[in-house]
DNA sequence: TTTACTGCAAATATTTTGCAATATC
DNA sequence: GATATTGCAAAATATTTGCAGTAAA
């Protein structure tokens, strides 16, 4: 599997050469698309890309920025990852070195691992009649923050309401 | 991480102490989508699930059908996998091996692949702070029919029209 | 000059939520 | 008897699609 193939040549070189192979055009809306993605380090989102789009004085409809960002991914430029139910993550493929990430089943929220063993271990299996481009591997588990809460709901069989009282306590107060 | 800690436990057992647990009730749909869940060998989304129930005989609503598949994530019983932009997948824990997944970005086919040793590796790995649960390794890339389109639209640089035609066939054929 | 691309809005698809009736604890 | 759960329908989200105007090749 040839991961990051591509980050050693310019990434503009790459889409444009991915663009005449595949008959698409050179619009200015890519190559917007293109830069912003590739001077964001971190996750993003559609929603936050096109905000930030807008921040930088360019206006492109979502309807193209999905359309790009896929051509992105199948040019690998670009990762797409999918966690909970919620929207769709990107990142760029040049300088996100290979990680995974923790993903909480409860609240959602996700973190980088970084792990060059384990990525490169993946990496180098190959499978006959499947062009690898990159992998996602994701951990779903409880976080921190949500392992308190449970042990908490666990710690006694007592049956509570909304506020934590005990039915007794309630009935008592009732007197 | 202890993956699959609950397989040699009866799955009822395992969901009545969840449940009892975390103060939530015995309905008998919980226990429907249970059974139905555990009978099922194969990814199932929530859609085909619902219909599986139908032809079963058993009514139970969409959103009974998402909340309990929730818990039943929750309880290690069942795994969630998000793959593409289309609906969540889910498997039973028991009796699945863990394997990961080819997945084509172009066409959307999810394959499985069996890798005992690469499971054990990330298995094995533990995380500070975070509980783990299960993993889901997804290797993004071209599956062998989109390689086959992709080699055709390569091969020529010639402008071709949706009937593959080029242009110069067009324009002689039009004289 | 052909036809792919864009923006916009409407359409789809998926998942979540509110609420009244019901059933579990 | 108190309240969690259910089904249904409506709402909220995310993504895709149709179309008319525009622009790249």
Same mark, same amino acid.
């Given at each position: 599997?040839?991961?990051?193939?591509?980050?050693?040549?310019?990434?503009?070189?790459?889409?444009?050469?991915?663009?005449?192979?595949?008959?698409?055009?050179?619009?200015?809306? *890519?190559? %917007?698309? @293109?830069?912003? $993605?590739? &001077?964001?380090?971190?996750?993003?989102?559609?929603?936050?890309?096109?905000?930030? !789009?807008?921040?930088?004085?360019?206006?492109?409809?979502?309807?193209?920025?999905?359309?790009?960002?896929?051509?992105?991914?199948?040019?690998?430029?670009?990762?797409?990852?999918?966690?909970?139910?919620?929207?769709?993550?990107?990142?760029?493929?040049?300088?996100?070195?290979?990680?995974?990430?923790?993903?909480?089943?409860?609240?959602?929220?996700?973190?980088?691992? *970084?792990? %060059?063993? @384990?990525?490169? $271990?993946? &990496?180098?299996?190959?499978?006959?009649?499947?062009?690898?481009?990159?992998?996602? !591997?994701?951990?779903?588990?409880?976080?921190?923050?949500?392992?308190?809460?449970?042990?908490?709901?666990?710690?006694?069989?007592?049956?509570?309401?909304?506020?934590?009282?005990?039915?007794?306590?309630?009935?008592?107060?009732?007197?």
């Amino acid at each position: 599997m040839s991961y990051d193939k591509n980050i050693r040549q310019c990434p503009r070189d790459v889409f444009s050469e991915y663009l005449a192979k595949h008959h698409k055009r050179r619009t200015p809306e *890519r190559f %917007a698309i @293109l830069d912003s $993605a590739m &001077s964001t380090p971190d996750h993003f989102t559609i929603e936050s890309f096109h905000d930030k !789009l807008e921040s930088e004085g360019f206006h492109v409809s979502l309807a193209t920025i999905y359309s790009t960002l896929e051509l992105l991914v199948d040019c690998g430029l670009v990762r797409r990852h999918r966690f909970g139910s919620d929207s769709a993550r990107y990142e760029r493929t040049a300088g996100s070195a290979n990680h995974h990430h923790l993903v909480c089943s409860r609240c959602g929220k996700v973190k980088e691992v *970084r792990d %060059a063993s @384990l990525s490169e $271990a993946i &990496s180098a299996i190959r499978y006959p009649g499947f062009a690898a481009s990159y992998f996602s !591997l994701n951990i779903y588990g409880l976080c921190r923050a949500c392992q308190k809460r449970e042990r908490k709901a666990g710690q006694t069989s007592r049956k509570v309401n909304k506020n934590n009282q005990t039915l007794s306590t309630i009935r008592n107060r009732k007197k």
